[in-house]
């Protein structure tokens, strides 16, 4: 039997892969369509880490193609999904809001369509914190009020979550939904304000800064996240729920620009610019569901995973 996971080739997708095939015994099945919303060479180049892998077989597909999800089901003896893929960004979303239905609504559903003809033991949805919006409590809860989300991907993905959480009441689909916030690592993707910020620091550019700085976001490593995404694959009773995977512990960008400037020993250069609509001022994760459901604890703090990624960083840019 085998775990499929959507957008393998991506940042979390790579990095799961790693640590599924360290801490499990199962064959991986990645299907990515490496588009180019970034650079598709960072996504091959994630790829090749798996190219002699005997239990990774790599797909290059599209997961909103009905025929080609029919195929992968009916060929492959598939019994969890863990479904990472997406069009990501907020700032994109608002400008390009029909590409985010198609793919994160409409191939969502696909997907689903596929595990209700070719049911599977556990279906992961990785959602995100943008399905908060303006109005939610902080921290935020998960059964909670959320909000109305302040951009078309947040929109999106609450969207997706509603569909898993119907096909899990309608045709007993083993549907989880997790929610990773701000999540951040080596092999970052570039178009997020981290890589842009890290860039800028590294080259003497400059820093575009939104507002005034005081925007907070729930970072939360990547190899925390894994844990949770591996603990849900299996954990009890969490079918039909929604949990936050984060670290619960904000920080504000511009002491996330110190940390960087700490770690590269140089200072920024920041171009502060007005505040964006779809920008929430915080994101904060209430950790309550996760540790009592998926025993989530995360491990790495900010300024250790900073250094760590400023490192993979210069080693990957130079």
């Known amino acids: 039997m085998a775990i499929l996971i959507t ?13 599924l095939l360290a801490h499990s015994s199962d064959d991986l099945i990645s299907i990515d369509n490496f588009n180019d919303y970034y650079d598709p060479a960072l996504k091959r180049a994630n790829a090749a880490r798996f190219m002699d892998e005997p239990r990774v077989t790599q797909i290059e597909a599209d997961f909103c193609d009905v025929a080609a999800v029919e195929e992968l089901f009916t060929t492959h003896q598939i019994d969890s999904v863990v479904h990472l893929g997406a069009y990501a960004g907020v700032r994109v979303s608002v400008a390009e809001p029909h590409v985010y239905q198609q793919t994160n609504v409409g191939g969502t559903l696909n997907l689903l369509e596929a595990v209700r003809r070719h049911p599977v ?3 992961l949805l990785a959602s995100s914190s943008t399905v908060y919006g303006r109005g939610a409590a902080i921290p935020f809860q998960e059964d909670a ?6 951009s078309p991907y947040g929109a999106t993905k609450r969207a997706a979550e509603l569909l898993g959480l119907c096909y899990a009441e309608l045709h007993d689909t083993p549907v989880v939904c997790l929610r990773p ?3 951040y690592g080596p092999r970052l993707r570039p178009d997020l304000a981290l890589t842009i910020f890290a860039k800028a620091i590294h080259t003497g550019a ?3 800064l939104f507002g005034d700085g005081s925007i907070r976001r729930d970072f939360t490593h990547v190899s925390d996240i894994c844990d949770g995404l591996i603990s849900a694959l299996s954990a009890e009773n969490v079918i039909g729920e929604t949990i936050n995977l984060g670290h619960s512990d904000p920080i504000e960008m511009r002491g996330l620009i110190a940390l960087l400037e700490e770690a590269f020993g140089k200072k920024a250069n920041i171009q502060k610019l007005p505040k964006r609509p779809e920008d929430l001022p915080v994101t904060f994760a209430n950790l309550d569901k996760a540790k009592r459901l998926l025993n989530y604890h995360p491990q790495v703090p900010i300024e250790a995973g900073i250094r760590e990624y400023v490192e993979w960083f210069k080693s990957w840019y130079d």
């Open 206 to 208: 400059t820093i575009p």
């Open 181 to 183: 916030f701000s999540v």
């Open 7 to 19: 957008g393998g080739a991506g940042f979390i997708g790579s990095h799961l892969i790693e640590r």
């Open 121 to 123: 033991k556990r279906f």
């Open 145 to 150: 009020h959320h909000g109305v989300p302040a």
